[in-house]
T-cell receptor, first 119, second 115 residues
Framework: GAVVSQHPSRVICKSGTSVKIECRSL??????MFWYRQFPKKSLMLMAT?????????EQGVEKDKFLINHASLTLSTLTVTSAHPEDSSFYIC???????????????FGQGTRLTVV | AQSVAQPEDQVNVAEGNPLTVKCTYS??????LFWYVQYPNRGLQFLLK??????LVKGSYGFEAEFNKSQTSFHLKKPSALVSDSALYFC?????????????FGKGTRLHILP
């Protein structure tokens, strides 16, 4: 199956600093990627839809100036958590959408996630 | 807007018994439906999907799911549970209504297989 690589897998940063998380589709092109945040007690929340060459579409309640998304190429999307605070500590997961055409539908492949801890 | 409901926070099943993890959905158009599994501190692994065609979909690790349009359900099933099936399971939906490209997840159901 298609592979999505997410880096780093773990990061610890100081409060007030910025952290960049990368999401790469290794063997397919993804015009659309998604960023999710997983809160304690497991719920998975869609933060934004990242579209190659255009601005990301953020879900209601997600601060676009805090969570900067850049989808600079067909294989790379980045999420930058700016001025991080302890409450931003979470597990962030990206996914890249693979389009298989009209009859194949689409499938989302997920990165392994990034555990962000802000101290 | 689409939504997904997984009514059970946790499901406990004895090893060797059949298991079912429930999922219902709401969409404007036709749904693409997915099941994913997550092991501790890991990302999501794809299990199976329904796009079109047969309502019974077979996936990885012996799992299957049945699409029921009238009940708007997509329950995950396995005839005989293994201890290694213990994990967090997410149902997800994409609404094919034009312009709505998001994949939305249910809150997850923790499956605990008892040895």
């Amino acid at each position: 199956g298609a592979v999505v690589s997410q880096h780093p897998s773990r990061v610890i940063c100081k409060s007030g600093t910025s952290v960049k998380i990368e999401c790469r589709s290794l063997d397919f092109q993804a015009t659309t990627m998604f960023w999710y945040r997983q809160f304690p007690k497991k719920s998975l929340m869609l933060m934004a839809t990242s579209n190659e060459g255009s601005k990301a579409t953020y879900e209601q309640g997600v601060e676009k100036d805090k969570f900067l998304i850049n989808h600079a190429s067909l294989t790379l999307s980045t999420l930058t958590v700016t001025s991080a605070h302890p409450e931003d500590s979470s597990f962030y997961i990206c996914s890249a959408r693979l389009d298989r055409g009209l009859y194949g539908g689409t499938e989302a492949f997920f990165g392994q996630g990034t555990r962000l801890t802000v101290v | 807007a689409q939504s997904v409901a997984q009514p059970e926070d946790q499901v406990n099943v004895a090893e060797g018994n059949p298991l079912t993890v429930k999922c219902t959905y709401s969409v404007s158009g036709n749904p693409y439906l997915f099941w994913y599994v997550q092991y501790p501190n890991r990302g999501l692994q794809f299990l199976l999907k329904y796009i079109t065609g047969d309502n019974l979909v077979k996936g990885s690790y012996g799992f299957e799911a049945e699409f029921n349009k009238s009940q708007t359900s997509f329950h995950l099933k396995k005839p005989s549970a293994l201890v290694s099936d213990s994990a967090l399971y997410f149902c997800a939906v994409r609404d094919t209504y034009i312009g709505d490209d998001k994949i939305i997840f249910g809150k997850g159901t923790r499956l605990h297989i008892l040895p």
